[in-house]
């Protein structure tokens, strides 16, 4: 069975999935979206409004400005990169999920990651970086350390929304994944 067919497979069980109360507010679940065979997984936190309308993780306005700065280091969903989230519906009214939200979809990321099997995973935002790097981390003091996780290397950065928010971010994240990149350059990770 390829990548392909088994992630079309958890899309499939997402779509019936009743383990958390997100499943009431959805329009539909978003699995996630990229190269399914990518050496690096960026996860973020929950699909937004229009995530959700379309199925696709980070669509809007910070989904723009992710790609534009993936793409300044050489990453792009289309080409080497696999974006998801911790949990798969969107929150009412955007807001974090909740703990239990995330515990209750954390199968479905675990299965995604052993089927795509990255080297490197970069988790934007706080909520992401705790389930993935560091229960306790602060995305202004932790950004850009790394730490090995699982045989993974594991970096945190912030959420391209805070940097919509707070543009003095950007030049921080834009370090972050220069740093990532040049790891990636260093131990030749999207040679296959
Ligand atoms: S967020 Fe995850 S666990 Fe909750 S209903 Fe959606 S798919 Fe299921």
Redesign the pocket.
């Known amino acids: 069975m390829t990548r392909t067919a088994m992630l079309k497979d958890i899309l499939a069980e997402?779509h019936s999935?009743?383990?958390?109360g997100?499943?009431h507010g959805?329009t539909q679940?978003v699995l996630g979206a990229g190269v399914p065979n990518s050496k690096i997984v960026i996860v973020g936190e929950a699909p937004g409004k229009n995530e959700d309308e379309q199925g696709k993780p980070f669509v809007g306005r910070s989904g723009k400005l992710l790609d534009q700065m993936l793409a300044e280091v050489g990453l792009s969903r289309e080409k080497n990169v696999f974006i998801t989230n911790i949990?798969?519906?969107r929150p009412p009214e955007n807001r974090d999920p909740l703990p239990e939200?995330c515990a209750?979809?954390r199968e479905?990321l675990d299965r995604i990651l052993a089927i795509v099997d990255p080297k490197v995973i970069l988790c934007v935002g706080r909520i992401s970086a705790q389930r993935l790097f560091d229960p306790n981390f602060r995305v202004t003091r932790q950004h850009g350390e790394t730490r090995e996780v699982d045989g993974r290397l594991v970096m945190g950065t912030f959420h391209p929304a805070a940097v919509l928010r707070n543009p003095s971010y950007r030049e921080l994240m834009e370090a972050d994944l220069q740093k990532l990149a040049s790891i990636i350059q260093e131990t030749e990770v999207l040679v296959d």
């Open positions: 997402l999935c009743e383990k958390c997100l499943c959805r679940p949990v798969k519906c939200e209750a979809c479905y």
